[in-house]
């Protein structure tokens, strides 16, 4: 039997509010595959570091000493840019102070990267930390040298995605979040990027490194993802940590990544086809980003590939993330593309 024309009418009309409702709520649902309930979580209410902040600017940062040493104008674009300073060692600590005492007459906001977990490549060799009771013991050292000056903290990149994570792993992060917060510093847990874990498996990793005691997390560090996918990935990973904000690298992401080669891992390292991104920003007008900050340092080196022979500052990659920016004016193109740059990579 057919219904009645309004009784029809009245259907569709409802059908329409239905799918209305679920293109404005569903569209948005993250993944939640591997982590199918929420759990319950208090979250550490948020400070807002970045809130009105400027970047500290570090006077001594590779590409600064180069400029300075070798008369390197060119080098401005990088040099110029306010940048996370890696602690990657005991021996880093020593030169906090003077980042410090920069900042603070600079009246801005230091960023730091933490990256000394123990087994920090996976590979059991002599990388990070010699134990968790080394690592506490550097932290604690950390917390002193920073004493009332209040830092953002990068904590460990690629330690939460690694293949190595574990829950002693977890508890260790979990636990120098907190000391880190208790001391009065915001720490942003580094989760990865928009092409390595989901969402789901990334959440529950971080549920369990103490994002919840956490200022939030940071997304594309040291990769060059863009800054669309790296917003929309993070976005739907906050929806899963209590909606807590994230930062973005955009150091290296101004023209996205290199393409991917099934026939080498090596796109990643060193590759020709990278640019720098946006200037760092506290005002990103993102919903959800509290910062897009440049926390890999432009010009350092991947590793041992594409022409460089080690990890420190090299002034051609350098040239070669000004020359492919389209964020950095023609004229600074064409006269870091006119610079001569090393033979050879090195500290400056």
């Known amino acids: 039997m057919r219904r009645p024309l309004a009784r029809r009418a009245a259907v569709r009309a409802g059908a329409l509010v239905a799918l209305a409702g679920c293109l404005l709520g569903c569209a948005q649902q993250p993944d939640l595959t591997l982590h199918?309930?929420?759990p319950a979580v208090t979250y550490r209410p948020l400070t807002h570091p970045f809130r009105d902040a400027r970047l500290a600017v570090d006077p001594d940062s590779e590409a600064?000493?180069?400029?300075?040493a070798n008369g390197?104008?060119?080098l401005q674009p990088i040099a110029g840019q306010p940048q996370a300073r890696w602690i990657n060692s005991p021996q880093d600590l020593d030169t906090l102070p003077e980042l410090l005492q920069a900042a603070g007459a600079q009246g801005a906001l230091p960023v730091l990267v933490a990256y000394w977990i123990p087994d920090r490549g996976c590979s059991h060799h002599k990388q990070g930390a010699p134990s968790a009771a080394a690592y506490r013991d550097w932290i604690g050292s950390m917390i002193r040298r920073l004493g009332s000056t209040r830092a953002v903290v990068v904590l460990e990149p690629d330690a939460l995605s690694a293949d190595c994570f574990d829950a002693g792993r977890a508890r260790l992060m979990a636990e120098t979040v907190r000391r880190l917060e208790t001391a009065g510093q915001s720490v942003y847990i580094d989760a990865g990027h928009a092409a390595w874990k989901s969402t789901g498996d990334t959440a529950e990793r971080l549920l369990a490194a103490g994002i919840a005691d956490a200022e939030?997390?940071?997304?594309?560090v040291s990769n060059r993802q863009t800054t669309a996918a790296s917003v929309a990935w993070?976005?739907?990973l906050s929806d899963l940590v209590g909606h807590r904000p994230f930062v973005v690298d955009v150091s290296r992401n101004g023209?996205?990544?290199?393409p991917d080669r099934k026939d080498s891992d090596e796109e990643w390292c060193n590759p020709a086809h990278q640019a720098l991104g946006a200037p760092p920003t506290t005002s990103p007008g993102l919903p959800g980003v509290d910062a897009l900050l440049w926390i890999?340092?432009?010009g350092e080196s991947d590793g041992k590939c594409g022409g460089e022979t080690s990890y420190f500052f090299s002034a051609r990659q350098a040239q070669l993330l000004i020359e492919n920016s389209p964020h950095v004016i023609r004229a600074a193109r064409q006269q870091a593309a006119a610079a001569t740059a090393p033979p050879s990579d090195g500290r400056p």
């Open 36 to 38: 199918p309930d929420r």
């Open 64 to 68: 600064a000493r180069y400029e300075r």
């Open 72 to 74: 390197a104008d060119w």
């Open 216 to 220: 939030g997390f940071a997304v594309n």
């Open 234 to 236: 993070g976005r739907e």
């Open 255 to 258: 023209i996205g990544p290199p």
């Open 296 to 298: 890999k340092r432009p």
